[in-house]
Nanobody, 121 residues
Framework: QLQASGGGLVQTGGSLRLSCAASGRAFSTYNMGWFRQAPGKEREFVTAITRSGGRPYYSDSVKGRFTIARDNAKNTVYLQMNSLMPEDTAVYYC????????????????WGQGTLVTVSS
């Protein structure tokens, strides 16, 4: 089970840190990803990190602004979001999977419930 938290309302240029806590003892065997879905749009890839914590992947739209990290001892993955823009407004979902196509939805088996991020202009 994945539980995402940390969303909220922030002004343009602000920052938020999302957390995703996982239950169970197999967290370190899963690659972790963050996706987002804006109103009326499809869910899209944001970032992902491999099970060991190396090789993060970022979408072009967030590269240089967002940072993913994981703490396997705490069964938690984080998404630090800086320089937020109105187009970052979406529900953010964390996901866990063991496939290697980390930028695709189908690589993830487990999904959190989502946390809403709203960036005001």
């Amino acid at each position: 089970q994945l539980q995402a938290s940390g969303g909220g309302l922030v002004q343009t240029g602000g920052s938020l840190r999302l957390s995703c806590a996982a239950s169970g003892r197999a967290f370190s065997t899963y690659n972790m990803g963050w996706f987002r879905q804006a109103p009326g749009k499809e869910r899209e890839f944001v970032t992902a990190i491999t099970r060991s914590g190396g090789r993060p992947y970022y979408s072009d739209s967030v590269k240089g602004r967002f940072t993913i990290a994981r703490d396997n001892a705490k069964n938690t993955v984080y998404l630090q979001m800086n320089s937020l823009m109105p187009e970052d407004t979406a529900v953010y979902y964390c996901a866990a999977g063991q496939d290697w196509f980390l930028t695709t939805l189908t690589a993830y088996r487990y999904w959190g419930q989502g946390t809403l991020v709203t960036v005001s202009s």
